[in-house]
């Protein structure tokens, strides 16, 4: 699961809450505490601020009014909620703590003490609190929505047909330079370095006479991506120079040309392979992980790229 990074956050946070659930369910069995864990938003919500509708309550807990209803009636059904008739209002049903529900409380209200302190307890343990990240993220996905940006996203994306890796092909000494300053402007401000222009403008010299490689990927005839592999002695290389055209980010280019170059460096005895990049390009980042990088301190103190931040290996 965390390999598939963001991906697999509603996956996580579901996993993560069905074994909570299953946890409280075994603690109130053990308490004999009959009560549905999955009740508990609506059961406290009615507890502390008194009677009131199915549209209110989904309005408070930020849950749809079919979701509500449907926890309302299986509620009802065990007698844990009464429904009466608003007293200022005869059109509207008000939603409130059975009497089974108050005996129930002085009993339950211990085992919720000890749970949240042993939550409270889990999440002081944490490098980051993780219920003001929540908040932070629900804020964020509040304010900038979530579906409408990725299909408004996925509008302008054209997508790449079938994707070949090849190798070096003098040919298309220019697609790999160009790829790579499209890359340094729309990132960096265009920022070049000595080794930049030495690696763009003489590709045979820097990586190819030296044992490295180059691969290209092309797609319907058109190169849409490249990758480099320098040689550093025998068992040590550099995975550097990857671009991809901003047309097929995010359809796997990069991973087929990261793959292309691992199998090379295998097949050459390699030990370990390191690359350099920065933590601003997240899902770069994000990929050179799930290939097994890890980020370790910069042997040399730090890069010799000024847009370098982060210095990542990967052990063969």
């Known amino acids: 699961m965390q390999s598939f990074g ?16 299953a946890d409280v369910v075994e603690i109130y069995q053990a308490q004999g505490v009959e009560l549905n864990p999955t009740f508990f938003p609506l059961f406290n919500l ?8 199915v549209t209110e309550a989904a309005e408070l807990l930020g ?3 079919p979701a509500i209803s449907k926890i309302a009636r299986k509620m009802l059904s065990e007698q844990w909620l009464s429904k009466t008739t608003d007293p200022t209002d ?5 939603l409130a703590l059975s009497e089974r529900s108050h005996q129930l409380l002085e009993r339950i209200k211990p085992i919720w003490q ?40 996925l509008a302008d994306v054209q997508p790449c047909g079938e994707v070949e890796i090849i190798g070096w092909d003098s040919r298309l000494r220019d697609h790999f330079r160009d790829l790579n300053l499209d890359w340094l402007e729309r990132y960096f401000n265009g920022e070049l370095t000595e080794q930049d222009q030495q690696a763009l ?7 190819l006479a030296r044992g490295g490689y180059i691969w290209f990927a092309r797609s319907e005839g058109r190169i849409v991506g490249c990758c480099a592999l320098a040689r550093h002695g025998e068992q040590r290389f550099e995975i550097s120079k990857m671009g991809v055209d901003d047309g097929c980010q995010g359809q796997g280019v990069g991973r087929r040309l990261m ?32 290939l097994g990088f890890r980020a370790v301190p910069h042997p040399d103190g730090q890069s010799i790229y000024p847009r370098s931040d982060i210095y990542m290996t990967l052990t063969l």
């Open 90 to 94: 005869e059109r509207r049903q008000l």
């Open 46 to 53: 009615l507890y502390r601020q008194g009677a009131m509708s």
């Open 201 to 207: 403008y003489n590709p045979e010299g820097y990586y």
């Open 114 to 153: 000890q749970i949240q302190s042993h939550l409270d307890q889990l999440m002081a343990q944490q490098r980051h609190p993780l219920l003001a990240a929540l908040d932070e993220f629900e804020l964020k996905v509040e304010q900038q929505g979530f579906k409408v940006p990725v299909l408004a996203a």
């Open 259 to 290: 793959l292309a170059a691992l199998a090379k460096a295998r097949e050459l005895g390699a030990r370990e392979v390191y690359l350099e990049s920065a933590t601003k390009l997240e899902r770069a980042i994000n990929l050179y992980r799930n």
């Open 63 to 65: 849950v749809s009014h």
């Open 6 to 21: 963001s991906l697999s956050l509603g996956s996580r946070l579901r996993r993560l809450s069905d074994r909570l659930v």
